[in-house]
């Protein structure tokens, strides 16, 4: 079975502080996916990353980075939080392209910034 | 953009009677994914189709491309069933660009005993 871990299932941190969120999948896929989910909005994409150090935007990346050294490891970063920024992210990765390739998500991490 | 339209928002039923959720999109789409969400946030990928019907148990997700629109159905609903319900699409490749899915807003559905 594809396994996805991340790094916690909550977290709490302050305003300003810089959030690092790890993602961890067992299965050698290639494409890594962040989201986050809001209530009214459903899932939308943060970035993704398609292969090692290689990384592209998604809908909406502003105040995120991300960093893919491994090709097991795809970590999303908030280099300064915010309260906006208190969300469900979820993890999930995929053999290859979505269009023939279901993806599997980790349990998610529910972010608290005060 | 795709647009990715589920319906209905919120479903109540008994057990044993069967479900339909709906899911409607604007743009011509390479795949469509139906998803499983406890609550808890744990998502599972229930089906991943570009035409035609699959089952799997006693769920079967539908596809009409010319109609732009997806059904999933449950028959003999049971209360483990509960959960939010969520279509995904993914567009046609296009040379370029971040491979994610685009996202309806999901379906809570509730089975009551």
Not at chain 2, 50 to 76: M, Y
């Amino acid at each position: 079975d594809v396994k996805v871990t991340q790094s916690s299932r909550y977290l709490v941190k302050r305003t300003g502080e810089k959030v690092f969120l790890e993602c961890v999948q067992d299965m050698d896929h290639e494409n890594m996916f962040w989201y986050r989910q809001d209530p009214g909005l459903g899932l939308r994409l943060i970035y993704f990353s398609y292969d090692v150090k290689m990384k592209e935007k998604g809908d909406i990346p502003e105040g995120y980075s991300v960093s893919r050294e491994k090709k097991e490891r795809f970590s999303l970063i908030l280099e300064s939080a915010s309260t906006n920024q208190t969300s469900m992210y979820l993890c999930a990765s995929s053999l290859g392209w979505t269009g023939n390739n279901e993806q599997f998500f980790g349990p998610g991490t529910r972010l608290t910034v005060l | 953009k795709n647009e990715v339209e589920q319906s209905p928002q919120n479903l109540t039923a008994q057990e044993g009677e069967f479900i339909t959720i709906n899911c409607s999109y604007s743009v011509g789409i390479s795949a469509l994914h139906w998803l499983q969400q406890h609550p808890g946030g744990g998502i599972v990928s229930l089906f991943m189709l570009s035409s035609g019907k699959k089952k799997h148990g006693r769920l079967i997700a539908t596809i009409n491309i010319q109609e732009k629109h997806s059904s999933l159905h449950i028959t003999a609903s049971h209360p483990r069933d509960s959960a939010v319900y969520i279509c995904a699409v993914r567009g046609r490749p296009s040379g370029g660009g971040a491979d994610g899915l685009t996202f309806g807003k999901g379906t809570h559905l509730i089975i009551q005993p």
